[in-house]
């Protein structure tokens, strides 16, 4: 079990069953607070296979060093990082995935995770992956047609993936919400509660360079559907978008770069995998470049 000091008390974690317990009767000095970001989400690669319109991950070529990789990832657990996720791009082009999800398991505390489209996963990677993975995330925007339609792939064949990946691990459905996808949101409920998941996280789109993001009728429909929404399968949902939602906020204290950063695929550490301003992992490690970041936003 893991144990992380904070603003909101002390916090214990326990990644093979997802126990978190918080000890908030105690008040920890600043000056004893963990020093890194709770969550960190890691993009290991740019690359992917799909080409899904709205995807915001950069386009040019970058995949991090297996090797630097594993270091910075020691460096997070020491420093009280509590779970790190593996994204991109798609994590299971990069070739060092399951090296470096083994690696990390057993060499950490920390919980791991991974965001993936789902479709290069089968029965060698699950077995590979088994005891390294603690949850994984499936992006699954629409169904059927829908989803064929966003994501270039088959809907069926998804469905084959999502009782694979289910078979070894516990995991996630993830749902891009916009104008397309906000009338199917029961369908991927249903589609959730089908195949086993433990979650539905809801990700209205965000304005990028490419897309203008959900518009304000998308988030109302949302809104109303989550109000309405009496389905088995909990939801969960982004925190920039969570403002008007009827949501829990466990610890209220720990913001900003305390509760989560991104490292991108050219090893810079941004506030989040949307903010263009960042700071470069250099040889004094992943915990300076945190700092600096959280210098500049000061400034
Ligand atoms: S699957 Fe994800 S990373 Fe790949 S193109 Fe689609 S949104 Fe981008």
């Not at 607070?33 to 960190?40: D, I, Y």
């Not at 991974?114 to 995330?137: E, P, Q």
């Not at 263009?276 to 992992?281: M, N, S």
Request: glycine share 10%; with cysteine.
């Amino acid at each position: 079990m893991k144990c992380r000091l904070g603003p909101d008390g002390i916090h214990l974690f326990d990644r093979a069953t997802g126990l978190n317990v918080l000890i908030d009767e105690v008040r920890v000095p600043e000056g004893q607070w963990s020093v890194a970001p709770r969550q960190v989400s890691i993009a290991v690669t740019n690359a992917c296979d799909l080409t899904c319109a709205y995807c915001y991950a950069p386009k040019h070529r970058a995949h991090l060093d297996p090797k630097r990789l594993c270091e910075w990832i020691v460096e997070l657990d020491d420093a009280g990082t509590l779970g790190i996720g593996f994204g991109g791009g798609e994590p299971t082009v990069y070739r060092h995935i399951t090296d470096v999800c083994i690696y990390a398991a057993e060499h950490t505390g920390l919980a791991i995770t991974m965001t993936t489209h789902g479709h290069k996963w089968n029965a060698d990677l699950v077995s590979r992956l088994k005891d390294a993975l603690n949850f994984v995330r499936i992006s699954v925007d629409g169904t059927g047609a829908t989803y064929e339609r966003l994501r270039g792939r088959s809907f069926a064949e998804l469905r084959v993936r999502l009782d694979l990946i289910a078979e070894g691990f516990p995991f996630g459905l993830n749902c891009v919400v916009n104008a397309e996808t906000v009338g199917q949101l029961t369908a991927v409920a249903d589609l959730a509660a089908e195949h086993g998941a433990a979650e539905l996280l809801l990700l209205p789109e965000r304005p990028t360079a490419i897309g203008r993001g959900a518009p304000r009728d998308v988030l109302d429909q949302l809104e109303t559907w989550v109000l309405s929404y009496s389905g088995s399968v909990p939801l969960t949902i982004s925190e920039d978008a969570a403002i008007s939602m009827p949501t829990a906020v466990a610890l209220p204290n720990e913001t900003g770069l305390r509760s989560y950063a991104h490292l991108d695929a050219s090893g810079i550490v941004h506030a989040s995998s949307y903010s263009e301003a960042g700071q470069k992992v250099g040889e004094d490690g992943v915990l300076a470049a945190f700092g600096r970041l959280a210098m500049t936003e000061v400034a």
